[in-house]
T-cell receptor
Framework: SAVISQKPSRDICQRGTSLTIQCQVDSQVTMMFWYRQQPGQSLTLIATANQGSEATYESGFVIDKFPISRPNLTFSTLTVSNMSPEDSSIYLC???????????FGPGTRLTVT | GESVGLHLPTLSVQEGDNSIINCAYSNSASDYFIWYKQESGKGPQFIIDIRSNMDKRQGQRVTVLLNKTVKHLSLQIAATQPGDSAVYFCAENISTGNQFYFGTGTSLTVIP
């Protein structure tokens, strides 16, 4: 399995500001994803991070609000822009193995917007 | 997207007993499934997976059963330990697509 790290692990931010979350994987992976998990709820896919091109966003998520970069096969960033308290959530990076469909998650970034 | 529940089912078991966590999935075209364990403050941890050409798969102390007829998945944990206390999610995927759809989750509490 891949080892995934995220930075920061948590942050408290003021509304109207932006936060960039970093995801680093210890091996080259085919696919990287960003999920959101609101308190006490399940996981919702925000977007698929594509290397060298624009991310593919799921319904309800837009690039202006959640810009994503993936400059190479082991690194991606998610920015939460112009934050509001409704953005308070855990943001999770996830990767899929090159050789199978197994999907693994990072430790998450716990974001609180005040 | 698929259903995302607002109420987390709970299951309490005595230490040493077996646990069974159930999941009903929604898409009959789903052909790959994963069970995840999520402890408080951590990301989901891959436990075991199963493909639709199987109806049972065993790991260390865990067994996943798949019933495609009724679109039901279960995770059995043998000799449950306090360290098994966590929220367990099932996730379904259609191999031709990217997205995994996650179930509501079940909170397992092991009573010492």
């Amino acid at each position: 399995s891949a080892v995934i790290s995220q930075k920061p692990s948590r942050d408290i931010c003021q509304r109207g500001t932006s936060l960039t979350i970093q995801c680093q994987v210890d091996s080259q992976v085919t696919m990287m994803f960003w999920y959101r998990q609101q308190p006490g709820q399940s996981l919702t896919l925000i977007a698929t991070a594509n290397q060298g091109s624009e991310a593919t966003y799921e319904s309800g998520f837009v690039i202006d609000k959640f810009p994503i970069s993936r400059p190479n096969l082991t690194f991606s960033t998610l920015t939460v822009s112009n934050m509001s308290p409704e953005d308070s959530s855990i943001y999770l990076c996830s990767v899929r193995s090159q050789s199978s469909y197994e999907q693994y998650f990072g430790p998450g970034t716990r974001l609180t917007v005040t | 997207g698929e259903s995302v529940g607002l109420h987390l089912p709970t299951l309490s078991v005595q230490e040493g007993d077996n646990s069974i966590i159930n999941c009903a999935y929604s898409n009959s075209a789903s052909d790959y499934f994963i069970w995840y364990k999520q402890e408080s403050g951590k990301g989901p941890q891959f436990i075991i997976d199963i493909r639709s050409n199987m109806d049972k798969r065993q790991g260390q102390r865990v067994t996943v059963l798949l019933n495609k007829t009724v679109k039901h998945l279960s995770l059995q944990i043998a000799a449950t330990q306090p360290g098994d206390s966590a929220v367990y999610f099932c996730a379904e995927n259609i191999s031709t697509g990217n997205q995994f759809y996650f179930g509501t989750g079940t909170s397992l509490t092991v009573i010492p």
